[in-house]
């Protein structure tokens, strides 16, 4: 994933700053920074798109598991309707037949959740991955900011105890 890749180059950029003589802070190009936020923001709606596709996919599975079920059900009830000829036949379709409308309409409910829990643990996933990728992001840009801050204020002291020399 690009995101993450974005992500990897805006932490070495922070880590490869230059650091402030007599401090822990360091200086980082601003317009780099820049950049890559700029380049993450561009990618995001890529992850979005995944997303909706995987909730497209999965009404597609449900609809598709329908369709199955209902064929299996049709497919139960022209088995029945063949073996009607005789009268002890027909005593043992109606007993198949409710037991195969039984089992149609369990694979049914069995398809029919277990696509259910493959699209919400797709949908899950897709959601873990931009939450990290959402709080990696602010992680950075806050420290970021923060070192930026510290920085001014050390520059601003520098010019303020020179100017205090020059009286």
């Known amino acids: 994933m690009e995101i993450f890749t974005l992500l990897d180059t805006l932490e070495d950029l922070l880590e490869e700053g230059k650091n402030i003589p007599f401090s822990s802070k ?33 009404q597609r599975i449900i609809v598709e598991a329908q369709k199955e079920a209902d064929n299996i059900v049709k497919e139960a009830e022209n088995r029945i309707i063949s073996m ?20 149609a309409n369990e694979m049914s409910r069995e398809i029919s959740k277990g696509t259910k829990e493959y699209a919400d643990s797709l949908l899950a996933n897709t959601e873990n991955v931009m939450q990290d990728t959402l709080n990696k992001l602010a992680t950075n840009m806050s420290e970021a ?5 510290i920085s001014l204020e050390d520059t601003i002291k520098t010019i303020q105890n020179s100017r205090k020399e020059l009286e």
Do not use: C, F, S
């Open 26 to 58: 360091g200086i980082v190009d601003k317009e780099q920074l820049i950049d890559i936020i700029k380049e993450i923001r561009i990618k995001l709606p890529d992850e979005l798109k995944q997303a909706k596709w995987v909730k497209e996919e999965r």
């Open 84 to 103: 009607i000829d005789e009268h002890e036949i027909t005593r043992k379709a109606y007993d198949q037949k409710t037991e195969i409308i039984e089992t």
């Open 145 to 149: 900011m923060n070192l930026m801050q």
